[in-house]
T-cell receptor, first 114, second 116 residues
């Protein structure tokens, strides 16, 4: 069974600084997708960034980038120039190619200090 | 389109009662998913539909749970004989199948169920 592990229950960063959220996963599949989702307080979950396992290049979306290490089964999220609006729960998720249910980690609560 | 909507947003029920939740996906999306999220945990996949067909069910979906998607539009999730352990946030998501793959799942705001 696939598992996703987020070892940091909570992280805190000063506004404008950079923070990295960790995620590791366990799978025997070779074709899969990895995602980071953001869930602000009392608001719905939104996709931050997606990485296809077959792509060696790390995905980037504006201030958000990932460090995808396939051999190590690691998928960390880097947030640059942190803003107050980045405060949320961040979930790492995994999906096998051809399957559709997402497997989520337990989440990391990100606090932005003004 | 205003995104995925869910109704009700909150539901309090007594143990043993039946409850039904509704999800309206983004109109052009042909895939619809249900997840359950308990406090301090990430969402757990329950089931998904492609159009009106229910294609996959998790082991988490006990016999007391049933989901439908008549006509491939909105979906309902019913829980019969609710138990306190059913208390959770129930999330709905939808996506568009593009060829072999569907990519981004768009989530609704969820229905928070409290069983007393």
């Amino acid at each position: 069974a696939q598992t996703v592990t987020q070892s940091q229950p909570e992280m805190s960063v000063q506004e404008a600084e950079t923070v990295t959220l960790s995620c590791t996963y366990d799978t025997s599949e070779s074709d899969y997708y990895l995602f980071w989702y953001k869930q602000p307080p009392s608001r719905q979950m939104i996709l931050v960034i997606r990485q296809e396992a077959y792509k060696q290049q790390n995905a980037t979306e504006n201030r958000f980038s990932v460090n995808f290490q396939k051999a190590a089964k690691s998928f960390s999220l880097k947030i640059s120039d942190s803003q107050l609006g980045d405060a949320a729960m961040y979930f790492c998720a995994y999906k096998v190619l051809g399957a559709d249910g997402l497997t989520f980690g337990k989440g990391t609560h990100l606090i932005i200090q003004p | 389109d205003t995104g995925v909507s869910q109704d009700p947003r909150h539901k309090i029920t007594k143990r043993g009662q039946n409850v039904t939740f509704r999800c309206d996906p983004i109109s052009e999306h042909n895939r619809l998913y249900w997840y359950r999220q308990t406090l301090g945990q990430g969402p757990e996949f329950l089931t998904y539909f492609q159009n009106e067909a229910q294609l996959e069910k998790s082991r988490l979906l006990s016999d007391r749970f049933s989901a439908e998607r008549p006509k491939g539009s909105f979906s309902t999730l019913e829980i019969q004989r609710t138990e306190q352990g059913d208390s959770a946030m129930y999330l709905c998501a939808s996506s568009l199948l593009d060829g072999r793959e569907s990519y981004e799942q768009y989530f609704g705001p969820g229905t928070r169920l409290t069983v007393t």
